[in-house]
T-cell receptor, first 112, second 113 residues
Framework: AQSVTQLGSHVSVSEGALVLLRCNYS??????LFWYVQYPNQGLQLLLK??????LVKGINGFEAEFKKSETSFHLTKPSAHMSDAAEYFCAVSTGTYKYIFGTGTRLKVLA | DAGVIQSPRHEVTEMGQEVTLRCKPI?????LFWYRQTMMRGLELLIYFNNNVPIDDSGMPEDRFSAKMPNASFSTLKIQPSEPRDSAVYFC???????????FGEGSRLTVL
């Protein structure tokens, strides 16, 4: 069975500070891992994904994530937060069977 | 491409009424998903289709919920009769490749009074 745990339902950072959103997963087979972002009153948009290959994945808007198999983690980072990054972020795991398991989400607040 | 299109964006109805939510996936996408999002339960997969055929409906909460996909460009999610606990945002998403990136619509916010 698969599962996803996002640590921290709310994270606040100052503008220009490092963003770190944590995601740990459980999967019995090699996983596909995703980060999605949801802005208010909108659907989810893909930020980045890991399927195979390079473990450091770069996404849109300056975000990146590193797949660490030994730690079963896929944390999302951005070196410098911008006000426009304020949103809710979801980590998701799939085994390629289209049955996604989404985390409970982390709401990012960026302080001026 | 216009993206995944959902209607209505907002629906307010009274308990016991029938509700129909609609979705137009992105052209060429073979997979269509219906999700429900609530504060308490987060994002839940209700059902998904491949080439218009329902593949997994194990997430449909009960018989009051039904979903159809009569053709590649249209799907409906129906709740009959509706109950206050059905209040949520319902998302439709489509996908086209084996790595499974999902493209979401903007959602239909349902309020059942």
């Amino acid at each position: 069975a698969q599962s996803v745990t996002q640590l921290g339902s709310h994270v606040s950072v100052s503008e220009g500070a490092l963003v770190l959103l944590r995601c740990n997963y459980s999967s019995s087979v090699p996983p596909y891992l995703f980060w999605y972002v949801q802005y208010p009153n909108q659907g989810l948009q893909l930020l980045l994904k890991y399927t195979t290959g390079a473990t450091l994945v770069k996404g849109i808007n300056g975000f990146e994530a590193e797949f660490k198999k030994s730690e079963t983690s896929f944390h999302l980072t951005k070196p410098s937060a911008h006000m426009s990054d304020a949103a809710e972020y979801f980590c998701a795991v799939s085994t390629g069977t289209y049955k996604y398991i989404f985390g409970t989400g982390t709401r990012l607040k960026v302080l001026a | 491409d216009a993206g995944v299109i959902q209607s209505p964006r907002h629906e307010v109805t009274e308990m016991g009424q029938e509700v129909t939510l609609r979705c137009k996936p992105i052209s060429g996408h073979d997979y269509l998903f219906w999700y429900r999002q609530t504060m308490m339960r987060g994002l839940e997969l209700l059902i998904y289709f491949n080439n218009n055929v329902p593949i997994d409906d194990s997430g449909m909460p009960e018989d009051r919920f039904s979903a159809k996909m009569p053709n590649a460009s249209f799907s409906t999610l129906k709740i009959q009769p509706s109950e206050p606990r059905d209040s949520a945002v319902y998302f439709c998403a489509s996908s086209f490749d084996s790595t499974g990136e999902l493209f979401f619509g903007e959602g239909s916010r349902l309020t059942v009074l």
